[in-house]
């Protein structure tokens, strides 16, 4: 036990280290790569189009970048920090998951746990639920505003501005997240990006059948014809009848989410309230090793439960 503690204390140590080395002689760093790209004798002479386009998530360690660069992986957390808002990198978002997952063993260590694989696995998963709950966050917000966007989009072309001149215009109107998606598929298209590409980014960003009906839409007018306002019209009226029935069906499942929080919150309830009256009682469940197991044990359980039934309780229109 006290080697794998020693063992987590010094990658630990070493990773705070090499984070406050990068981000105090971060401009230093910056000017040496660059450096080195130029006077580098293989430096490419073929710019590709998606160059032009601005690198949405810069990082500060660059070194972990470059290690990671080009990997399925990589490309993976990437689009998916993109589909949540987050202004973090591809390699601080690993560094920070390491960080979490030498905690979650440490912790288990300390309190003397048989879990110590779980508890890491646990702590490296952190990260990645809280960037979920952003991307739920996000879509919802960018869901209830594109109705009417859609009705800005088609008042602006009704006054006379072009598809591209709409777009800007409800970029800078609208508020995050809808308004910046909007300005980049402007921005896109502006630097040369075909229409249906920067449309179809869109949709890959955010991926929902809101924003696939409404890229669907669009590609199909400009490929066979009619009348856009129009199209855009009824599709804004389907989504608006899509939300108002996504809010029934949420109305009609708030009992079955009450009650998996109600089942997951009663377990830790008894066990304050029993340790209070009793104190002794429930003494041997901290005090011995397979006591301390047993209540974590019981603390995962609880948790998985609760997620199945939120799970079972969640119904996607």
Known sequence: MIPLVLAG???????????A?????????????????????????????ASILKKAHTSQLAFLERWLEGGALAGWIDRELERAGSRMSVGEYVLLTAVCGWTGILIAQYLDLLLVLPAGVVGALIPF????????????RFEAA??????????????????QAAMKFIGDELAPPLG???????????????TRDALLNLQRRISTLSTKMFVTALMLQRETGGNLTEI???????????????NQIETLTAEPKLSALVLALMPPV????????????????????????LLAYGLLSTVVGYLLLRRIGSIDV
């Open 9 to 19: 204390v010094f990658v630990g140590t070493v990773l705070v280290i090499v984070a």
């Open 21 to 49: 080395y990068t981000a105090a002689n971060r401009r230093r760093l910056v000017a040496v790569d660059a450096l080195r790209e130029r006077l580098s004798p293989e430096r490419p002479t073929v710019v590709s189009r």
């Open 232 to 246: 855009m019209n009824n599709l804004s009226t389907l989504m608006r009848e899509r939300v108002a029935l996504s």
């Open 129 to 140: 639920y809280f960037m979920r709950r952003s991307q739920r966050k996000r879509i919802r």
């Open 180 to 194: 910046p998606e909007f300005a980049r598929v402007y921005d896109e298209q502006r630097l040369g990006l075909e």
């Open 270 to 293: 008894l066990f304050v309230a029993i340790s209070s009256l009793n104190r002794d009682y429930l003494q041997t469940l901290w005090m011995t090793q397979i006591g301390r197991t």
């Open 146 to 163: 594109l109705p009417d966007a859609i009705d800005m989009l088609v008042n602006a072309m009704k006054a006379g501005y072009s598809f």
